[in-house]
T-cell receptor, first 109, second 111 residues
Framework: TQLLEQSPQFLSIQEGENLTVYCNSSSVFSSLQWYRQEPGEGPVLLVTVVTGGEVKKLKRLTFQFGDARKDSSLHITAAQPGDTGLYLCAGASGNQFYFGTGTSLTVIP | EPEVTQTPSHQVTQMGQEVILRCVPISNHLYFYWYRQILGQKVEFLVSFYNNEISEKSEIFDDQFSVERPDGSNFTLKIRSTKLEDSAMYFC?????????FGDGTRLSIL
């Protein structure tokens, strides 16, 4: 089993602040996905990054894949209450997708 | 927007019984997945399925689980001889390559 550690595990910030969530592993992945999961629902895919060093932007969210394809980060600019949720990274190895430990984000109005 | 649908939303079963969880993936997707999420723990890969056969499976899969695609639309997960620790959310996902769309899950409670 390949481990993906996310940090921080919990994050509570004020509306308008910026934040970064990290996803780290000692394993190399062919691609990495970020999901957001809300209570009682399945994870929703936000982005897939494939190339080492790749940066993708989705409105106020910026995703980066590490050069060595072992780690990734998610940066949120000017967080809003609607960003509240559990953020999950998942790394692909073969046709298995290993999920990270999750970061629970709360944005306080 | 097309979505993955799972039934039932909640299943309560006596320990030792067999359970079948059902999923209807998105029709043009090629890969299908089952995951489980025990309360408070991370999402755990169980199996991936492609071209009517298992593509990858986790270490625990063969102990208790099997999958079928009995027709062109349904994708099922069978859990044999359920144990208390099988209580969890079970998610089905489908995609063209990676798990793009997840269902809302079946909450399985073993008594």
């Amino acid at each position: 089993t390949q481990l993906l550690e996310q940090s921080p595990q919990f994050l509570s910030i004020q509306e308008g602040e910026n934040l970064t969530v990290y996803c780290n592993s000692s394993s190399v992945f062919s691609s990495l996905q970020w999901y957001r999961q809300e209570p009682g629902e399945g994870p929703v895919l936000l982005v897939t990054v494939v190339t080492g060093g790749e940066v993708k932007k989705l409105k106020r969210l910026t995703f980066q894949f590490g050069d060595a394809r072992k780690d990734s980060s998610l940066h949120i600019t000017a967080a809003q209450p609607g960003d509240t949720g559990l953020y999950l990274c998942a790394g692909a190895s073969g046709n298995q997708f290993y999920f990270g430990t999750g970061t629970s984000l709360t944005v306080i109005p | 927007e097309p979505e993955v649908t799972q039934t039932p939303s909640h299943q309560v079963t006596q320990m030792g019984q067999e359970v079948i969880l059902r999923c209807v993936p998105i029709s043009n997707h090629l890969y299908f997945y089952w995951y489980r999420q025990i309360l408070g723990q991370k999402v755990e890969f169980l199996v991936s399925f492609y071209n009517n056969e298992i593509s990858e499976k986790s270490e625990i899969f063969d102990d208790q689980f099997s999958v079928e695609r009995p027709d062109g639309s349904n994708f099922t997960l069978k859990i044999r001889s359920t144990k208390l620790e099988d209580s969890a959310m079970y998610f089905c996902a489908s995609g063209l390559l990676q798990p793009q769309h997840f269902g809302d899950g079946t909450r399985l409670s073993i008594l």
